[in-house]
Nanobody, 127 residues
């Protein structure tokens, strides 16, 4: 049974870092080109990065120089290291086996936000 299980999604601040993992099983991993896609609300799913079994990589222009895709053929796992994420990188990130298997994981949510605060309100407790 083919399985792709993403993990590592989280809330991250702009300029921070995050590493996603996709653990796989049920197919010959080393023969498969693996890719990360993402889908933001109201937008189509788009390719973020891909890596062949021989470690040849491609990147979307929007993430080149900030994200790094890698793989461990022994662990049958593909990674996406996200450096200097921006609010526009907020999306559900999906792992995809795109040569022969043509399967997707269920996705992991990445939210890039500074978590801005409100102005606050004074509370006074007095006897």
């Amino acid at each position: 049974q083919v399985q792709l299980v993403e993990s590592g999604g989280n809330l991250v601040q702009p300029g921070g870092s995050l590493k996603l993992s996709c653990a796989t099983s049920g197919f010959v991993f080393v023969l498969e080109t693996m890719a990360w896609y993402r889908q933001a609300p109201g937008k189509v799913r788009e390719l973020v990065a891909s890596i062949t079994g021989r470690l040849r990589t491609t990147y979307a222009d929007s993430v080149r120089g900030r994200f790094t895709i890698s793989r461990d053929n022994g662990l049958k796992t593909v990674y996406l290291e996200m450096n200097d994420p921006k609010p526009g990188d907020t999306a559900v990130y999906y792992c995809h086996a795109q040569s022969y298997v043509l399967e997707w994981g269920l996705g992991t949510q990445v939210t890039v936000s500074s978590g801005e605060w409100g102005q606050g309100t004074q509370v006074t407790v007095s006897s």
